[in-house]
């Protein structure tokens, strides 16, 4: 009993003598997030860095046997004393990626622990496309500094518009339609995409502004325009882009001329038109084309434009000479479609002088009706014939009785 007794006591003195090593901290950049994460000439973008003190413990005791005698030692972690962290743009600072505030006097990070900051980051106007690497400087008081290089791209790419559908001269009679495409050429999203239309007051579009939303990268989308002329002559047709990288505001202008002609003398006009058509059936259009130029045509297509099934799709007439008429038929079907009234509309499209027109829209409405609805009514048509003729009857027979009373 009394040598283990003094066995606890020779360990107990061990433990109490063991020696105490202090171990640097191990300072690390653990993760940064950059908003936006492609940035355009001009733009700024906010960086935010992830500091660890990856050191997880803060004391660690292991034993070592000599001469069957144990040797303690324990190993103290020190917090870290992080005195500055600041970036330095690489290159020769003047046209690259560049930080605006630095971070003096952190304080201690305990073994373990994270910090994040954030960093302003701005790309100069005249800054070239490319790769940069600015250098994050963890200063941390008496030991090893951290030193990491954080890749940023710049890209010239943009979002823009093209004209899709945009005939250079157009004629003072009615709207005409002309299409917009918006291309986001980008590898990463933006948001907030805005089309605005800018004309003069005697060119009137609508819409005026169309807000598309966000434009993911590599994509496109059409938009419609009605263009309606006061008055003949030369414009200039602008459209405007605005959008969103990151917080960071773009805008980019297009601009198409177009010629205002007096009226194109080709225009559709319908010959007949249901007024009804129940669903499930199908009908017939009639339309007739009259070139009421002093010069042949070329090229004339009537195209359909409608939410209901219509074949064919185009209705190709090719050439017409001076005062031609020409009629072309549709057959219009309501499969599918929803009750109620649905718009059908026509227009001529025709190349002149090598020049392409577009005639103005002519439009009608057809009611799309249950089929229980057309025997109802084609029932209640034949009950009142029927009276009708019963009412004639008897009034010929009660005049002619009267006429031999007589």
């Known amino acids: 009993?009394?040598?283990?007794?003094?066995?606890?006591?020779?360990?107990?003195?061990?433990?109490?003598?063991?020696?105490?090593?202090?171990?640097?901290p191990a300072i690390m950049i653990t993760s940064?997030?950059?908003?936006?994460?492609?940035?355009?000439?001009?733009?700024?973008?906010?960086?935010?860095?992830?500091?660890?003190?990856?050191?997880?413990?803060?004391?660690?005791?292991?034993?070592?046997?000599?001469?069957?005698?144990?040797?303690?030692?324990?190993?103290?972690?020190?917090?870290?004393?992080?005195?500055?962290?600041?970036?330095?743009?690489?290159?020769?600072?003047?046209?690259?990626?560049?930080?605006?505030?630095?971070i003096p006097n952190l304080g201690d990070l305990a073994p373990g622990a994270s910090v994040t900051v954030s960093f302003l980051l701005t790309a100069p106007e005249n800054i070239t496309e490319g790769l940069y690497f600015p250098v994050l400087h963890v200063d941390v008081e008496t030991y090893k500094d951290v030193q990491y290089p954080i890749p940023i791209r710049v890209s010239n790419l943009s979002?823009?518009?093209?004209?899709?559908?945009?005939?250079?001269?157009?004629?003072?009679?009615?709207?005409?339609?002309?299409?917009?495409?918006?291309?986001?050429?980008?590898?990463?999203a933006v948001e907030d995409v805005t089309i605005t239309a800018q004309?003069?007051?005697?060119?009137?579009?609508?819409?005026?502004?169309?807000?598309?939303?966000?434009?993911?990268?590599?994509?496109?989308?059409?938009i419609v325009f009605s263009l309606q002329p006061t008055q003949i002559g030369s414009y200039n047709v602008s459209f405007m882009i605005s959008y969103r990288n990151g917080e960071n505001l773009h805008t980019d202008t297009v601009s198409f001329p177009v010629e205002v002609v007096p009226n194109s003398d080709v225009s559709p006009v319908f010959y007949t038109f249901p007024?009804?058509?129940?669903?499930?059936?199908?009908?017939?259009?009639?339309?007739e084309v009259y070139n009421a130029k002093t010069e042949r045509i070329t090229g004339v297509i009537v195209v359909p434009e409608t939410n209901?099934?219509?074949?064919?799709?185009?209705?190709?007439?090719?050439?017409?000479?001076?005062?031609?008429?020409?009629?072309?038929?549709?057959?219009?079907?309501?499969?599918?479609?929803?009750?109620?009234?649905?718009?059908v509309s026509f227009k001529v499209v025709f190349k002149q002088d090598n020049e392409y027109f577009e005639s103005p829209v002519i439009s009608h409405s057809i009611q799309v009706v249950s089929p229980s609805k057309v025997k109802t009514d084609y029932s209640t048509?034949?009950?009142?014939?029927?009276?009708?003729?019963?009412?004639?009857?008897?009034?010929?027979?009660?005049?002619?009785?009267?006429?031999?009373?007589?």
């Not at 979002?159 to 495409?181: M, Q, R």
């Not at 007024?275 to 339309?287: E, F, M, P």
């Open 308 to 343: 209901l099934t219509i074949s064919p799709s185009q209705y190709f007439i090719g050439t017409m000479d001076p005062d031609d008429v020409f009629s072309a038929s549709f057959d219009i079907s309501a499969d599918g479609a929803s009750l109620g009234n649905h718009t």
């Open 1 to 24: 009993m009394r040598s283990v007794l003094k066995l606890l006591i020779v360990l107990g003195l061990l433990f109490l003598t063991a020696p105490v090593v202090f171990a640097d």
């Open 275 to 287: 007024t009804t058509i129940s669903r499930g059936s199908s009908k017939r259009i009639s339309l």
């Open 32 to 102: 940064y997030t950059l908003t936006p994460t492609v940035l355009m000439p001009g733009d700024s973008a906010q960086l935010q860095v992830t500091i660890t003190n990856t050191e997880t413990t803060d004391t660690t005791t292991t034993t070592t046997y000599s001469d069957s005698l144990p040797r303690i030692q324990t190993v103290k972690t020190n917090a870290a004393t992080i005195e500055s962290i600041w970036i330095a743009s690489d290159g020769d600072g003047r046209n690259s990626v560049k930080a605006h505030n630095n």
């Open 159 to 188: 979002a823009s518009l093209l004209a899709k559908n945009v005939p250079s001269k157009i004629s003072t009679s009615g709207s005409t339609p002309i299409t917009i495409t918006a291309v986001n050429k980008r590898e990463t």
């Open 199 to 222: 004309t003069e007051d005697t060119l009137h579009i609508s819409p005026q502004t169309v807000y598309l939303g966000t434009m993911e990268s590599e994509t496109s989308e059409d």
């Open 381 to 406: 048509g034949i009950i009142a014939l029927v009276s009708l003729v019963l009412v004639v009857v008897v009034s010929l027979f009660y005049i002619v009785r009267k006429r031999r009373h007589r």
